[in-house]
């Protein structure tokens, strides 16, 4: 018997996400090293394991794939002055409190949003930072730390802003840095985290943050360093008519224009939001396989818009979906956008615009195409043990008569059981990697703080 190895057997519903999207009924899943070897159902001998799980009541799913977060913001939920706000204000009232961020309040902010993530059956994150206040060098080097030491699998991407309001941009000059000091420390984190070899728990992308926060010079460095380096890009684009007339006001072009200018269309980009694009801009960005993360609740949130997520999809885009940070969600609950999503695509498009099946398959295996990766994101050999199984025992769940369609349709659930490259962090709907409550504590200790300084 293999150290390390796993067998969940008996599984009540197992979808792979393989590409012929197969549902097993009585299936197992057998892990050795992180990496899934074996599944299938009827066998009459299982593989024996270390350790096994009784997924007889359980329906198991790949982790989710959550393609856009700002992590820090865990600590400016709520905030009465950004709750009734659009997009352009909601970011003015925020500016000046996040101009406050330490590394001991990202660090505990990424903890919170990396558990609530966790519970709600994330298996991989990504984050996008982009406030560094004055001195304040290290903020991804803590949110790397929260994420090994709870387990998750990550991808930060440097995120960043050099066009303050005294040069025409949004954000105050106090939170905004030079571009060479942002180019540097881009190499330094690539330098020293970034794996590129496959299974990696750690990857680094860049991501400037916004057309009207950088300068159309600072994107193309971007993406320059980022082919260079062999890492991903990434940035919010299309989110606001604002940001288009913004666009259109200070550089006379459309926000895809700009993008395609500074060269990010050739490969290695996925975009939070793209909701305002044109009929030949969805088929540029088809051609050009660029990734979409789809963000419901905060385009709802902030009353932005509906992204076009079929006919992204049909142009060729992967569409991923992502939680958006928490001061625009204002929660970090993976299954929950999954349903937002299916629910806002019907609204707008009807009830065959969006089965549960292609949410499902956005939540999983085109989230991982968005993060450039092949190795996560569906249950068949070779994959990485990324694996969620929920308890059809629970009271929302009694009833259902297809558990697969559960997951989006009932009320989102918490996750039962979470592996992550083979290692089990939540076990009878508890986080093994952490204490939630003196993480929950701490992060509330630091929020007040952050909103009672001066
Ligand atoms: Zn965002």
């Known amino acids: 018997m293999k150290r390390d190895s ?20 009585g299936g197992f899943l057998y892990v050795e090293g992180g990496e899934i070897c074996q599944t299938g159902s009827g066998q009459r001998s299982l593989p024996k394991a270390q350790r096994q799980i009784d997924g007889s009541h359980a329906v ?5 794939v959550n393609t856009h977060h700002h992590l820090y913001q865990t600590l400016t939920r709520a905030c009465p002055a950004a709750a009734d706000a659009g997009l352009f204000d909601w970011l003015r009232a925020l500016y000046p409190i996040w101009a406050r961020l330490d590394e001991e309040s990202v660090h505990a902010a990424a903890l919170v949003g990396m558990a609530e993530l966790m519970l709600s059956v994330c298996t991989t994150t990504a984050d996008h930072h982009y406030v560094f206040p004055r001195g304040q060098d290290n903020l991804i080097d803590v949110e790397i730390e ?25 954000p105050p000059d106090s939170v905004v840095q030079p571009e060479e ?15 590129p070899a496959p299974g990696a728990m750690l990857r680094i992308g860049l991501a400037p943050c916004s057309p009207f926060s950088v300068s159309p010079q600072l994107m193309r460095d971007s993406a320059d360093l980022a082919r260079r380096r062999g890492v991903r890009l990434h940035t919010h684009l299309a989110e606001t008519r604002d940001e288009e007339a913004y666009c259109l006001r200070r ?3 459309r926000p895809l224009d700009l993008l395609e200018e500074a060269e990010w269309l050739n490969g290695g980009a996925w975009l939070a939001h793209g909701i305002f694009f044109n009929r030949g801009e969805v088929a540029r960005l088809g051609r050009s396989g660029v990734g979409i993360a789809h963000c419901p609740t905060s385009n ?86 990324d694996i969620a199984l929920f308890d059809l025992r629970g009271l929302g769940y009694s009833g259902a008569g297809d558990a697969l369609s559960a997951l989006p349709l009932c009320a989102p659930a918490q996750v039962d059981t979470l592996v992550v490259d083979g290692r089990v962090v939540v076990e009878g709907g508890q986080l093994r990697t952490i204490s939630v409550e003196r993480t929950a ?4 200790r630091l929020a007040a703080r952050l909103f009672a300084a001066p």
Not at 60 to 64: N, R
Not at 148 to 169: C, D, K, L, N, Y
Not at 181 to 195: N, P, Q, S, V
Not at 441 to 444: D, E
């Open 181 to 195: 000091k942002i180019l540097a420390d881009c190499e330094r984190l690539i330098g020293k985290y970034h794996d």
């Open 251 to 253: 550089f006379g072009r």
């Open 60 to 64: 198991a799913i790949p982790g989710l």
């Open 6 to 25: 796993l067998l969940i057997r008996n599984i009540h519903t197992l979808a792979t996400m393989d590409a012929d999207d197969r549902v097993l009924h």
């Open 300 to 385: 709802m949130r902030l009353g932005s818009g509906c992204a076009p997520v079929r006919a992204l999809r049909r142009a060729g885009c992967p569409v991923g979906l992502g939680v958006d940070g928490s001061a625009s969600n204002d929660s970090s609950h993976m299954l929950a956008e999954a349903r937002q999503a299916l629910l806002l695509q019907r609204l707008n498009n009807g009830a065959a615009s969006c089965g549960v099946r292609d949410v499902l398959r956005m939540s999983t295996v085109e989230g991982a195409r968005c993060l450039g990766r092949d190795d996560i994101g569906s249950l068949e050999p070779g994959q990485r043990a």
């Open 441 to 444: 504590a701490r992060h509330r």
């Open 146 to 170: 929260a994420a090994r030491r709870i387990g998750i699998r990550f991808h930060p991407t440097r995120g960043s802003m050099s066009v303050g309001a005294s040069q025409g941009g949004l």
